[in-house]
Structure formats: structure tokens, C-alpha cells
């Protein structure tokens, strides 16, 4: 019992994990229909960006959020307006070379500059951990749940109770009719592409808690992503906060019912299964 | 002057350009005109740093066999020549390098690149062009082919790893420092290094099943996203010993799940992980008393490895605390031994010199480099075991007569 839910509550929080680093995804893909394959960039950069400061300054990860989120959203918006709005009304497929092809020249960048070693940071709390009765429980895996929650919450409060939330799920529904009503589509779409990016680089700062980087890092967690997003519903925020959470269960109970190797095949199946699932429900 | 796109001149001009491309800039050390060696290495890209540590490697033994005079080939001296390209990292720009290096270049011989998967992909080259090749960069026994006459390893192999851990363990036993039989937890990444550092475990288990029992034998994938579950796995089987074959990333993480899972083993090795300073600096003092296997150590008592090191940290600083530069001068003053005793460039001469080699003088650990046929020419020389001690050094425990003291053993369960 004790092995069952001390893999359950490490399901629970690598899953938040899963979802905290979706929400950027799922929100772009929502207002803008474009699936952002520079999310990995940004991710990676959130890292560097922490590891950095930590290493050179000595401040916190969690700190740095106040470096990276505002960072994140202003790369984001610069992005969005310096070449995505150029190409709002090319095929899917040119925007997704396109964002391709600013991950590869971020990728190439880190190497240039921080070469392809593995960095990862250490602080006071990275290996310390709570024990709730039989079960052991990492902090730092803990305070990037909490966040994750509330970046869950506070993405939901400025989605439904602000202005501005109002306009990016008004132009989601319709773009059209959107502008028809006066809501200026081209600063919603700037403003989207701000916040996934914002919400891209936060997570990868949460996840220097943890994880070390190479310049690599954006694809081992991208298809992550992707398989999280588009298990809770391509624009839905809270199906991505469950997704994630089902997906990180579902991968530890998994590895340590049946076999580790199959950790990672899980995510795939799971993906597979979703699309398929989708196909059915749109047809019928 | 009219360049015809079909003229020879521009044919040369555009496999110029497309070289220039691909591979980046090229290096050279030594006087032009003399004996070219060459090599094709990861001076960028992801292997970028280690790349870097083989490149000082190569660039000291030649540097040191020019300061000796050279060496005479078909009666006359001759400098050596060391001319390097940067294959970016890229397993699929590296072989049209070493062709470039032989059909264009001129050079005698090969050394390595690295990382197995680039090796691996490399040694396709030499085999074809009858090449002799010094591979310092991969250990995996797949590099090294059946028919093999071409490739020589001055790396261990990974079962080496395992087995001398293994060797380290049982010798432990044997002075009643730990109880046999021991329980094994084994966990290894799924790819050729974790396959061939399982075979190495239960090669040695096999040979001697009174003095160890494998609780736990599970593979893990490259880059897991979370090492918890299998961290829980170990706990739940009660084992005494804990090892792990696995890459910095998975390492780091499953370190960590380790410590925060609390557990605690007579001994926890990761394979070759632990002294590396990006681990300090991952981890902090949760790796102190890890034990690793290393195909070198700077506290080695050897003479040449004495003067490797005041070599290496008078030239690039210290401490060096990393084993790629020293195999890499370790492997390129080998490939010069043999080309020197071959008294001649002609390929075939030198890689019977290589297959004949023997330098009793080596700064690996057995103090001998020599590439034995039945094992396909790959060095068979145990690893050295190293400990992490609490102040940020590290200790050899093993073999005895290279120890500087007594391995710590864990509480256990």
C-alpha cells in the first residue's frame, strides 16, 4: 500500500508538471489555431535563463520567475508580431515550419553560448523532502504543483473574468466576428502568444528545480505536450490540468506495475488513442 | 578566366565549398608536409565540451612525440601532423569527414570521435578504406565488428564497468567488510552502453552466484521525464547494493529520487557517474560516498600518468577531473608507438604494429595498452574504482594496489 501511494502522489505531481508546461500550448493553439513548435524553445530557454541567473547572481529559481514570465511574454508578442502575423493567412503547414525553424535557431543559439554540457542548479531546498506517514514527498516537486494550480487558477479568473479574457476567447470562437465587434484581433493574438510564451518560459524555470538542461531539452518535453493537450481538449485549460495529471498517474503506475520501459509509451498510446477518439466523435 | 560548370576546377571548388559547409573549420598542429594523423571531433554541437577534452588529448601526445624529434619513417624523421575537422555532433556529417580526411588530407591514420553513436557511425569509413583507426570516444563492444582488423579501442568495455564494480565488491567480501550474498538492484538505460553494463553484471554473477543475488533487473528509457516509480520499485525489493548505468540527465534525476526517497545501500554506483564536476554542482554533497567506475583517474599511481597530468594542467589548468583528455593522449600516443615501429605509413604495416603493440607504460588503469584479437582488438583492462568523499575529492578503493584508502560502506537496510 505504502509503494502504491507513494507512486500515485508522484503520478499526482509530475502530472501538474505535464500540465503547467501545457497550458502555453493549449492556449496559442486556442486563439491562434497554431500549434507552436517553438513552445520547446521557450521551455529551454525559461531554464537557461534561471540556471543563468542562479549561477551568476545566485538567485532563486523561484525568484527568476519574475525574470523569466515577463520575459517569456514580451519574446512571445515580439515573435507573434515579427513573424507569425505575417504569415495569419498562409496554411497551417507555413507557420509550423516557421516555428520550427525559430526553435532550431534558438537551439543553435544555446550551443554557441552555453555549449552542450548539462547544467542544473542546486539549492538549499532541491533535495529536501516532507514525509506525510509512509509516504516521502519532494519539495520542490511540491512548490511547482502549488504553482501549477495556481497558474491553473489564474489563467481560469483572467479567461472568465476579465476584459481581456472575454476578447482572446471571443476571437478563439470567431475571429471574424470578433473584429466585426470591435475587439482589435491583432493585439489579442499578440497577447495570447505573449502569455503561452510567458507560460512556457515560468514552467521552465519551475522545472530547473529538477531537471538539468542541454540545449536538447525543448523535445523531450514538447510531445509531452502536445500528447497532455491533446488529451484534454486542444483550447480547454481545465481538461489540461486533468490530462496532465491522468497522463503522470497513468505513466507511474505504469512503470512501476508493469515494466519502466513502458513509461514513456503510455504518453503515445494515450496521444493515439485521443486523435482517434476525436476522429469518432467528430464523424458520429 | 570562364569556370564550366562541368570542369574539373569547379568540381573541386563546389566539393571545397560543400566540406567548408559541413564540417566546419579545420585545426592542424605540427609542421605541414610532415605525417598526417586526423580526426573528425564534436567541437560543437551537444558532445561540444567533451569534444574539446579529446582535441587537448590529441594535441598533447603529438605535441610530445614533435618535442622528442618526430618519428623516422622509411629512414628519415618526420613532424606529425595533426589535422582535425568539427563534425558538429552530427553522427551523419561524420563519416564523409573521415573520407575527406583520407582521400584529401592524406592522412596515415584515424583517431576517434565521441560518443558510441558517432563512433559507430564513423568506423564504417576506415573498415572500407582499410584505414587503421584509434577509437578513444566509444567502449561499446558493437563498435568493434565481427572480421574486425581495422578498429583498435584503447576504451575499456562497458562490461568492464560492471565487472570491476563487481570485482570491488566481492574483494570487500573477502575481508569481511560486506556479507555475500549480496542483493542486487540493477536498473539500466535501454541502449547499447546500458545493455552491455547488465551483460557485464551477470557475467560476473554467473561465475560466482555465492557471492551476490539480483533482486531487481529492469531497464529504463533514455531522458525519462521521472525516476520515482522506479526508485520506489528499488526500495520495495530490500537490496543491499544499488546499481545503475545510466547518462548524466537520468542520473541527476534518479539520484535525486533516490535521496528523496531515502534510501540507503552498503554501495550505490551509477556506472561511470559521480566525480564529474556538473554532478557537484547538480547534486551537491547528496554524492558524496557514490562509487564509480573509470576507464581513468587522475590519482592513479602511475609514472606516466603522473606526467599526464603535469603535462594536461600546465598546458589547460586543473584539476583535470575527467577521464576523455587522458584516453585520448593515451590512444593517439598508442596509434604513434605503432606508426613509429612500423617505420612506415603504409596502412597494412601500421595496423599490424597496432595489433602487435604492447606499451607497458600506459597511464590506464593495469598500466598496460595493448588490443587483444579475441577481443576484437578493444583493450581489456579492468576500470578503476573511484569514491566520492564528502569534501568534494575523490579516493581509488580499488584494485588494491592503486587504492589510496577504504571504501565508506553505506548502513544498508
Same mark, same amino acid.
Given at each position: 500500500m505504502?509503494?502504491f501511494?507513494s507512486?500515485?502522489?508522484?503520478?499526482?505531481?509530475?502530472?501538474?508538471? #505535464?500540465a #503547467?508546461?501545457?497550458?502555453?500550448?493549449?492556449?496559442i *493553439?486556442?486563439?491562434?489555431?497554431?500549434?507552436?513548435?517553438?513552445?520547446?524553445?521557450?521551455l529551454?530557454?525559461?531554464v537557461?535563463?534561471?540556471?543563468? +541567473?542562479?549561477?551568476?547572481?545566485?538567485?532563486?529559481?523561484?525568484?527568476?520567475?519574475?525574470?523569466?514570465?515577463?520575459?517569456?511574454f514580451?519574446?512571445? /508578442?515580439?515573435?507573434?508580431?515579427?513573424l507569425?502575423?505575417?504569415? !495569419?493567412d498562409s496554411? &497551417?503547414?507555413t507557420?509550423?515550419? %516557421?516555428?520550427?525553424?525559430?526553435w532550431?535557431?534558438?537551439?543553435?543559439?544555446l *550551443?554557441?553560448?552555453?555549449?552542450?554540457t548539462?547544467?542544473s542548479?542546486?539549492t538549499?531546498y532541491? +533535495?529536501?523532502?516532507?514525509? %506525510?506517514?509512509?509516504?516521502?514527498?519532494?519539495? $520542490?516537486?511540491?512548490?511547482v504543483?502549488?504553482?501549477?494550480?495556481?497558474?491553473?487558477?489564474?489563467?481560469?479568473?483572467v479567461?472568465?473574468?476579465?476584459?481581456?479574457?472575454?476578447a482572446?476567447?471571443?476571437?478563439?470562437?470567431?475571429r471574424?466576428?470578433?473584429?466585426?465587434s470591435?475587439? $482589435?484581433?491583432d493585439?489579442?493574438w499578440?497577447?495570447a502568444?505573449?502569455?503561452?510564451?510567458a507560460?512556457?518560459?515560468?514552467?521552465?524555470?519551475?522545472?530547473?528545480?529538477?531537471?538539468?538542461?542541454?540545449?536538447?531539452?525543448?523535445?523531450?518535453f514538447?510531445l509531452? =505536450?502536445f500528447?497532455?493537450?491533446?488529451?484534454?481538449?486542444?483550447?480547454?485549460?481545465?481538461?489540461?490540468?486533468?490530462?496532465?495529471?491522468? +497522463?503522470?498517474?497513468?505513466?507511474?503506475?505504469?512503470?512501476?506495475?508493469?515494466?519502466?520501459?513502458?513509461?514513456?509509451?503510455?504518453?503515445?498510446?494515450?496521444?493515439?488513442a485521443?486523435?482517434?477518439m476525436?476522429?469518432?466523435?467528430a464523424?458520429g | 578566366?570562364? %569556370?564550366?560548370?562541368n570542369?574539373?576546377?569547379? /568540381?573541386l571548388?563546389?566539393? =571545397?565549398?560543400?566540406?567548408?559547409?559541413?564540417?566546419?573549420?579545420?585545426a592542424?598542429?605540427?609542421e605541414?608536409?610532415?605525417?598526417?594523423?586526423?580526426?573528425?571531433?564534436?567541437?560543437s554541437?551537444?558532445?561540444?565540451?567533451?569534444?574539446?577534452?579529446?582535441?587537448?588529448? #590529441?594535441?598533447?601526445?603529438?605535441?610530445?612525440?614533435?618535442?622528442?624529434g618526430?618519428?623516422?619513417?622509411?629512414?628519415? !624523421?618526420?613532424?606529425?601532423?595533426?589535422v582535425?575537422?568539427?563534425?558538429?555532433?552530427?553522427?551523419?556529417?561524420? $563519416?564523409?569527414l573521415?573520407?575527406?580526411?583520407?582521400?584529401?588530407?592524406?592522412?596515415?591514420?584515424?583517431?576517434s570521435?565521441?560518443?558510441?553513436?558517432?563512433?559507430? /557511425?564513423?568506423?564504417?569509413? $576506415?573498415?572500407?578504406?582499410?584505414?587503421?583507426?584509434?577509437n578513444?570516444g566509444?567502449?561499446s563492444?558493437?563498435?568493434?565488428?565481427?572480421?574486425n582488423?581495422?578498429?583498435?579501442?584503447?576504451?575499456?568495455?562497458v562490461?568492464?564497468?560492471?565487472?570491476?564494480?563487481?570485482?570491488?565488491?566481492?574483494?570487500?567480501?573477502?575481508?569481511d567488510r560486506?556479507?555475500? &550474498?549480496?542483493?542486487?538492484?540493477?536498473?539500466?538505460?535501454?541502449?547499447?552502453?546500458g545493455?552491455?553494463? !547488465?551483460?557485464?553484471?551477470?557475467?560476473?554473477?554467473?561465475?560466482?552466484?555465492?557471492?551476490?543475488?539480483?533482486?531487481?533487473?529492469?531497464?529504463f528509457?533514455?531522458?525519462?521525464s521521472?525516476?520515482?516509480?522506479?526508485?520506489?520499485?528499488?526500495?520495495?525489493v530490500? =537490496?543491499?547494493?544499488?546499481?545503475?548505468?545510466?547518462?548524466?540527465?537520468?542520473?541527476? +534525476?534518479?539520484? !535525486? /529520487? *533516490?535521496?528523496?526517497?531515502?534510501?540507503?545501500?552498503?554501495?550505490?554506483?551509477?556506472?561511470?557517474?559521480?566525480?564529474e564536476?556538473?554532478v557537484?554542482?547538480?547534486?551537491?554533497?547528496?554524492?558524496?560516498?557514490?562509487?564509480?567506475?573509470q576507464?581513468?583517474?587522475?590519482?592513479?599511481?602511475?609514472?606516466?600518468?603522473?606526467?599526464?597530468?603535469?603535462?594536461?594542467?600546465?598546458?589547460?589548468?586543473?584539476?583535470?577531473?575527467e577521464?576523455?583528455?587522458?584516453?585520448?593522449?593515451e590512444?593517439?600516443r598508442?596509434l604513434?608507438?605503432?606508426?613509429?615501429?612500423a617505420?612506415s605509413?603504409?596502412?597494412a604495416a601500421?595496423?599490424d604494429?597496432?595489433?602487435?603493440l604492447?606499451?607497458?607504460?600506459?597511464?590506464? &588503469?593495469?598500466?598496460?595498452?595493448?588490443?587483444?584479437?579475441?577481443?576484437?582488438?578493444?583493450?581489456?583492462n579492468r576500470?578503476v574504482?573511484?569514491?566520492?568523499?564528502?569534501?568534494?575529492?575523490?579516493?581509488i578503493?580499488?584494485?588494491?594496489?592503486?587504492?589510496?584508502?577504504?571504501?565508506?560502506?553505506? &548502513?544498508?537496510?
Amino acid at each position: 500500500m505504502t509503494d502504491f501511494l507513494s507512486v500515485l502522489v508522484s503520478g499526482v505531481l509530475v502530472g501538474t508538471v #505535464y500540465a #503547467y508546461m501545457a497550458y502555453g500550448l493549449g492556449l496559442i *493553439y486556442g486563439v491562434l489555431r497554431v500549434v507552436n513548435l517553438a513552445h520547446g524553445a521557450f521551455l529551454t530557454l525559461g531554464v537557461y535563463v534561471t540556471w543563468w +541567473l542562479h549561477f551568476t547572481f545566485g538567485i532563486d529559481p523561484l525568484v527568476s520567475l519574475l525574470v523569466t514570465a515577463p520575459l517569456g511574454f514580451g519574446l512571445g /508578442a515580439a515573435v507573434e508580431r515579427t513573424l507569425v502575423f505575417r504569415l !495569419r493567412d498562409s496554411p &497551417p503547414v507555413t507557420t509550423l515550419l %516557421l516555428l520550427f525553424g525559430v526553435w532550431l535557431i534558438v537551439r543553435n543559439v544555446l *550551443y554557441l553560448v552555453f555549449g552542450g554540457t548539462d547544467r542544473s542548479l542546486l539549492t538549499s531546498y532541491s +533535495l529536501e523532502s516532507l514525509a %506525510l506517514g509512509p509516504v516521502t514527498l519532494s519539495i $520542490p516537486r511540491i512548490v511547482v504543483s502549488a504553482f501549477s494550480l495556481l497558474g491553473f487558477v489564474a489563467l481560469a479568473f483572467v479567461l472568465k473574468r476579465t476584459w481581456a479574457g472575454l476578447a482572446l476567447r471571443a476571437v478563439a470562437q470567431d475571429r471574424g466576428a470578433a473584429a466585426l465587434s470591435g475587439i $482589435p484581433v491583432d493585439r489579442v493574438w499578440a497577447t495570447a502568444f505573449g502569455i503561452g510564451s510567458a507560460l512556457a518560459m515560468s514552467a521552465g524555470t519551475l522545472m530547473s528545480l529538477f531537471y538539468s538542461v542541454t540545449p536538447e531539452f525543448g523535445a523531450r518535453f514538447l510531445l509531452k =505536450s502536445f500528447c497532455v493537450v491533446v488529451l484534454g481538449g486542444l483550447t480547454n485549460i481545465g481538461g489540461i490540468l486533468v490530462a496532465g495529471i491522468g +497522463l503522470g498517474v497513468a505513466e507511474d503506475l505504469t512503470a512501476f506495475y508493469i515494466h519502466t520501459g513502458f513509461r514513456d509509451v503510455v504518453s503515445f498510446l494515450v496521444l493515439v488513442a485521443a486523435l482517434v477518439m476525436r476522429r469518432v466523435d467528430a464523424e458520429g | 578566366m570562364v %569556370l564550366r560548370f562541368n570542369s574539373p576546377r569547379f /568540381a573541386l571548388l563546389a566539393f =571545397s565549398a560543400l566540406f567548408a559547409a559541413i564540417g566546419g573549420t579545420v585545426a592542424c598542429g605540427g609542421e605541414e608536409g610532415g605525417l598526417r594523423i586526423g580526426a573528425a571531433l564534436p567541437l560543437s554541437g551537444k558532445h561540444a565540451n567533451v569534444g574539446g577534452f579529446f582535441r587537448n588529448g #590529441y594535441e598533447l601526445a603529438v605535441a610530445e612525440a614533435n618535442a622528442a624529434g618526430g618519428i623516422e619513417i622509411e629512414g628519415q !624523421r618526420q613532424s606529425i601532423e595533426l589535422v582535425l575537422y568539427d563534425d558538429k555532433s552530427d553522427a551523419s556529417i561524420s $563519416p564523409s569527414l573521415l573520407e575527406r580526411l583520407i582521400a584529401v588530407d592524406g592522412v596515415a591514420a584515424l583517431l576517434s570521435g565521441y560518443s558510441t553513436p558517432l563512433v559507430q /557511425a564513423q568506423v564504417i569509413v $576506415p573498415m572500407r578504406r582499410g584505414v587503421p583507426f584509434m577509437n578513444a570516444g566509444g567502449a561499446s563492444q558493437a563498435i568493434f565488428r565481427e572480421g574486425n582488423e581495422w578498429v583498435f579501442g584503447a576504451l575499456s568495455p562497458v562490461e568492464s564497468l560492471a565487472s570491476t564494480t563487481l570485482e570491488w565488491l566481492m574483494w570487500e567480501q573477502d575481508h569481511d567488510r560486506l556479507p555475500a &550474498p549480496l542483493r542486487v538492484a540493477m536498473v539500466w538505460q535501454n541502449t547499447d552502453h546500458g545493455r552491455e553494463y !547488465r551483460t557485464g553484471v551477470h557475467t560476473v554473477i554467473e561465475r560466482h552466484p555465492d557471492r551476490f543475488t539480483i533482486v531487481l533487473d529492469e531497464s529504463f528509457e533514455h531522458l525519462s521525464s521521472d525516476h520515482t516509480s522506479l526508485i520506489v520499485k528499488v526500495r520495495s525489493v530490500e =537490496s543491499d547494493v544499488f546499481l545503475s548505468d545510466a547518462h548524466e540527465p537520468d542520473f541527476l +534525476l534518479q539520484h !535525486r /529520487a *533516490y535521496v528523496e526517497q531515502g534510501l540507503n545501500h552498503v554501495a550505490v554506483s551509477y556506472g561511470a557517474r559521480g566525480p564529474e564536476r556538473s554532478v557537484r554542482e547538480g547534486l551537491g554533497e547528496a554524492v558524496a560516498h557514490l562509487v564509480s567506475a573509470q576507464w581513468w583517474t587522475r590519482d592513479l599511481p602511475y609514472e606516466r600518468s603522473r606526467q599526464f597530468v603535469e603535462l594536461y594542467e600546465g598546458e589547460h589548468g586543473g584539476p583535470v577531473t575527467e577521464y576523455y583528455p587522458a584516453v585520448a593522449y593515451e590512444a593517439a600516443r598508442g596509434l604513434i608507438a605503432a606508426i613509429a615501429r612500423a617505420g612506415s605509413t603504409e596502412p597494412a604495416a601500421v595496423r599490424d604494429a597496432l595489433m602487435a603493440l604492447d606499451l607497458e607504460d600506459s597511464l590506464l &588503469p593495469g598500466g598496460r595498452l595493448h588490443f587483444p584479437a579475441d577481443s576484437r582488438y578493444q583493450i581489456r583492462n579492468r576500470c578503476v574504482i573511484v569514491q566520492n568523499l564528502p569534501d568534494g575529492g575523490t579516493r581509488i578503493v580499488f584494485p588494491p594496489e592503486a587504492a589510496d584508502g577504504p571504501a565508506y560502506l553505506g &548502513p544498508g537496510r
